[in-house]
């Protein structure tokens, strides 16, 4: 095969092209809570006070410490942490937890009463202390 055959192969896998539209997504939706949070959440924070979060600011020499703008970013985070795992995380691990139809493959082995070794299911003898093993009840 050419590598570009590869490539083609490789990109088109359905595991790229989901990773691609949910981290294109994913900044959408953040870039979403984040004018939530600075044009709605902080404005209202503002109305009980004189000062929005906003603008907190802490001044030190020339340099000023955008407190507020570290605030609204915290806040974006914990609604984005918090949409995430109610709409995302839950009902997959809901749907994950229904969606298994797989039955349990039977054991082929099982261990010596003397020694505690895994041994096949039909023996009689164990292999490693060579003690007489019952036979297996059905």
């Known amino acids: ?7 083609k192969d490789f990109v088109l896998r359905g595991n790229v092209v989901d990773l691609a539209v949910g981290v294109v997504i994913g900044g959408a939706f953040g870039t979403v809570v984040t004018a939530l949070v600075k044009d709605i959440i902080t404005p209202i924070t503002g109305i009980f006070g004189k000062v929005a979060v ?4 802490y001044p030190i020499g020339a340099a000023n410490f ?4 570290f ?16 709409f995302v995380v839950k009902p997959v691990n809901f749907l994950m937890s229904h969606a298994k139809t797989e039955t349990p493959e039977p054991a082929t082995t099982r261990e010596c009463p003397e020694c505690l070794s895994k041994i096949p299911i039909a023996a009689t003898r164990c292999a490693f202390c060579t003690a007489q093993v019952p036979a297996p009840s059905a």
């Open 1 to 7: 095969m050419s590598v570009t055959s590869d490539f």
């Open 54 to 57: 906003a603008d907190w600011v």
């Open 66 to 69: 955008l407190i507020g703008d």
């Open 71 to 86: 605030v609204n970013d915290v806040i974006s985070f914990v609604l984005i942490a918090f949409a995430v795992f109610f």
